[in-house]
Every structure is written in C-alpha cells, then in structure tokens.
C-alpha cells in the first residue's frame, strides 16, 4: 500500500520555502510515496454555499483565515527540486477553469523536470465566484473537463496535434515539451459521484473520491468498472486512491474503517495534516510513522 500526505495548509509553514525543504526532507525519509498540492485559485469571501461535502455548504477553514492554498504546480515544482524520490500529485487541479494547451504545457513541464513523478488529479470544482473570476463560464464544466483531458493528451502525444472539441479546438500544432513518462502523464479524475465514476471510467488513469462512505465507494466502483469496459478499457488498471480521513476525521487510525476502502482495491491512501492536529515538523513524522505502524503495515 502506498501513502501519500496533503501538508499543513497554513500562511506560516506552507509558503516558506525553508519550512517545505525540511517537510520534504522527512517525507522522503520515511517513505513515503508522495505529496499532494490543493487547487483553488481565488476563493470568494461570500461564495455561495455550493460546498458539496458538508452540510452547510461551506469547506473548512475561511478566506480570510491562516489556511492558503499555493499554486499546485509552482508549488509541487519546488518540492520536486528538493527531492528525488517523492512523487507529486495534484488533489485537485480544478482543470475546467484552465486553458487545456497551458495546462498541457505547464504539467509536461514538470514531469519532465522531476523525471516522470507526477499525478494529475483533476475536479470540476464548486464555486461559481472563482470561475467568474478566471473568466470561465460555470455552466457545462463537466464537458470542459473532459475536453481539457482529452485535448491535453492530444498535445503530449507526437505531433502535430489535433482536436476538435467545442470548447477546445487546435489543428495541427506542437507541444514542444513532452511528459518523461511513457504515454503522458497519469490522470486521476476526482469526485465522488456517480459523474465523476463514469468519467473516470470513460477516461481516467485513476479514481481519487473524497469524502466517501465505505458503502458509497463500493457503489461507484461498480458504476466505474461497468463504463470502464462499455468503452473497452480494462477496469484492473484503473488505480484508486483515497483519502479515509476525509469522510470522519476521528477514525484516521481505526484500522477496521480503513480496510474497509483497502479491499475495495485502493492501492494509495492519504493521509492528511488536518487530521492529525499537525503543528510543527516533529508532529510530521510522528503523524507518518504512526500511520505506518498502526495502519499500512496492518493491511
């Protein structure tokens, strides 16, 4: 089982380049597999609360609180500099919202530079203030999704490419920069509804749900398994990864909980410093070797 970490969202450690060498750092030397950067490029003081996975409507923390959220790519170029081993995923790049040739362009960039270790974890997103903000409209963001997938992995193959979408459109252009992995860079569609299952079938490289009950996961799943053959692809290749902690916080280490998405075939699980009350360095290692021992060594 591999374990992947979201870091401490905070103004004072995520942003301070000393303070992430010395993440990094420990990261590596315990083993673990990867890191993960959060995307959201504004995020409206009053949004309307269209926040699907609580109640109110409203994700944790406030706009104008201590949690911040880095550009993913910037941010993970850097840990990628400091590292060798550690692999970098996006959890997620809200992919709607970007320019498919851009975005094409800036992830091959990276995967080149870090040697074919990074993860492409895209969404949708929620917030209709942020796309009026990027100048994208909110309406039919999940066909702009899937065009950006397709689109970009036109622009990674050998050229000239080619693509006639109806919101992204190219005809016989170059992408000069290609991705250091062997048929582009990994895809992992993120959500948690049936939507997003299908079109992780459909397209995905791999499954990244948030904020899932065990018995929901089981369900979509089965929705991903069936689309994944209805478009001829082979279902077993479709990696999953989850993050337990995201659906009850308070059972992070309750081991019968976490194996209960681990036989569901989850290969990568993350955990997350938000859960473990993670303040400084120290508290890293401890929340990391806690985890080891108490659930991946167990599974």
Not at 137 to 166: F, H, N, Q
Not at 197 to 220: C, F, H, Q
Request: hydrophobic share 40%; aromatic share 8%.
């Amino acid at each position: 089982m591999k374990l992947g970490f979201i870091p401490p969202l905070e103004k004072s450690r995520i942003t301070s380049g000393d303070w992430v060498a010395q993440l990094v750092e420990i990261l590596e030397s315990c083993g673990v597999e990867s890191v993960w950067g959060v995307e959201h490029v504004i995020v409206a003081e009053d949004y309307e609360p269209l926040y699907p996975y609580s109640d109110d409507g409203h994700m944790p923390g406030s706009p104008t609180g201590n949690i911040v959220m880095p550009d993913p790519l910037e941010w993970l170029s850097f840990a990628a500099a400091l590292s060798s081993r550690l692999r970098l995923g996006t959890s997620v790049v809200v992919a709607s919202e970007h320019s498919a040739a851009i975005l094409a362009k800036r992830v091959a960039t990276l995967d080149a530079l870090s040697g074919g270790r990074l993860m492409l974890g895209v969404g949708i997103g929620w917030q209709k203030e942020e796309y009026a903000a990027i100048g994208v409209p909110y309406r039919d963001r999940g066909r702009r999704l899937d065009e950006c997938i397709e689109a970009m992995r036109a622009l990674w193959a050998e050229g000239p490419s080619t693509y006639k979408g109806k919101y992204v459109q190219f005809e016989r252009v170059h992408c000069d920069v290609k991705p250091a992995q062997a048929g582009g860079v990994p895809i992992l569609i993120g959500g948690s509804t049936d939507h997003a299952a299908r079109r992780a079938g459909r397209l995905g490289n791999g499954w990244y749900p948030y904020v899932i009950s065990p018995e929901d996961m089981a369900e979509r799943i089965k929705t991903l398994r069936a689309t994944a053959q209805e478009h001829g692809r082979n279902p077993d290749e479709i990696e999953l990864t989850l993050w337990p902690g995201s659906y009850d916080f308070s059972r992070t280490f309750d081991l019968d909980f976490v194996k209960s998405y681990a036989d569901q075939g989850v290969s990568r699980l993350i955990v997350s410093a938000m859960e473990g009350q993670v303040a400084e360095l120290d508290d890293v290692r401890r929340l990391v070797e806690s985890y080891q021992e108490k659930v991946i060594a167990k599974l």
